[in-house]
């Protein structure tokens, strides 16, 4: 995990229209559409891979995503 990565995207599926729009400008391709429930929805398939630029939440035009942010790891 990228250690600048503060928040993670959370995709609302009640407000995804499947445009794909989010997929574009995902720089390093951690978002794809996926179909549930005979809907084409964002998913994010690979959270480890995802930097937290926000992008995507900012690309959405129907409100889909809010980047939230991760719970602080535990230090040991
Ligand atoms: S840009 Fe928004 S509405 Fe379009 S696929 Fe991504 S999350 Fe869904
Ligand atoms: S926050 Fe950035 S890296 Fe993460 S899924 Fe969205 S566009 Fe991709």
Redesign the pocket.
């Known amino acids: 995990m990228p250690p600048e990565r503060k928040a993670l995207?959370v995709i609302d599926p009640a407000r995804c229209t499947g445009c794909g729009w989010?997929v574009g400008?995902?720089?390093?391709h951690?978002?794809s559409l996926e179909v549930k429930a005979w809907r084409k929805t964002s998913t994010?398939h690979d959270e480890a891979g995802?930097?937290?630029?926000?992008?995507?939440?900012v690309t959405c035009p129907f409100g889909a995503i809010t980047m939230q942010r991760e719970a602080t790891p535990t230090p040991r």
């Open positions: 995207p989010c400008v995902c720089a390093p951690v978002l994010l995802c930097t937290g630029c926000a992008k995507c939440a």
